[in-house]
């Protein structure tokens, strides 16, 4: 067992496993083409993939910090996958679900609260910070793969838009997460090493720093630069741009396209970002 956290501490939630249902029925009618509205189940499989995707996040977040020495997570309810544990659930998962249907930008929410007095180390902070990006970088892994490995022979066009744009977000969310803003988890892993002024001094723009992160991006000239970098890497990773463009025309079901295009047919495409 692990040291600090009871068992029923470390159960996996009802909450957990119902959105993970949700996401394999949704899978499954993707994949089949079985909804009347294929848009429609593309936008469930990308929510509930989202919001399971948040849930790993936090859960690396606290898990690492069990580790280093909060044993009070467990406690909190944050080893059982629950997001409504989160100390702020509408942060953590109603507002990133909002940026997503708004500007399909994978733009982190709250975290769960970490007794920091208890860790001992700057590395081991920096370490609890680093944890919810990468557990991003891994599910964006797991999403691509089926790119990069080169297999998508017979895999159905609208699961493969799904899971581009899907990956599209796992990929904008650690790059944003990884930004050294005050409020994100870019900061939370250089914070350990300034100095206690500095610190002092930026400790009241934290509450401020997400919402500033989202308010740069609808700038035309950063928009466009930050989606530049993202889909260099979705590139790098056999993501086509076209994947993830037309997963995000399907996800907003309620203004896609009535005919989704091929990708034998996307040469025909000049996409615009």
């Known amino acids: 067992m692990t040291s600090g956290a009871t068992h029923a501490e470390r159960r996996v939630s009802p909450v957990f496993l119902a959105l ?29 993939g989202w919001v399971v995707s948040l849930c790993l996040h936090e859960y690396a ?3 690492t910090a069990l580790h280093g020495g ?17 100390t702020h659930a509408v942060l953590s998962v109603v507002l990133p679900v909002i ?15 970490i007794e920091r007095h208890r860790v001992r180390g700057r590395w081991k902070h920096s370490l609890i910070s680093a944890a919810g990006p990468l557990a991003n970088v891994v599910f964006a892994v ?14 159905p066009d609208n ?19 990884l930004l050294p803003v005050p409020g994100m988890d870019g900061y939370g892993i ?28 609808w700038i ?20 086509k741009d076209w994947d993830a463009y037309w997963g995000r025309e399907l996800f907003r079901f309620w203004d896609a396209p009535e005919r989704v295009p091929s990708p034998d047919e996307m040469t025909q495409w000049t996409l615009v970002r």
């Open 159 to 177: 699961f493969r838009y799904a899971l581009a744009f899907l990956a599209l977000l796992q990929v904008s969310a650690a790059i944003l997460n």
């Open 99 to 113: 940026f997503v249907i708004m500007g399909g930008i994978g733009l982190p929410g709250g975290a769960v609260f």
């Open 220 to 239: 035309p000239g950063v928009n466009h630069a930050f989606f530049d970098l993202v889909y260099g890497v979705l590139d790098a990773l056999g993501v």
């Open 190 to 217: 250089v914070e350990p090493w300034l100095s206690h002024g500095v610190r002092r001094q930026v400790e009241p723009f934290a509450p401020f720093g997400l919402l500033a992160v989202f308010g740069f991006l």
């Open 20 to 48: 993970v249902a949700v996401m394999a029925v949704s899978l499954w009618a993707v994949w089949t083409d079985y909804a009347a509205s294929p848009g429609f189940a593309v936008f469930l499989f990308v929510v509930s």
């Open 142 to 155: 797991v999403c691509t793969a089926p790119f990069w490995l080169d297999a998508l022979d017979g895999v």
């Open 61 to 63: 977040h606290a898990r």
């Open 70 to 86: 909060d044993i009070t997570v467990g406690a909190k309810g944050y080893l059982t996958l629950n997001p409504l544990k989160y």
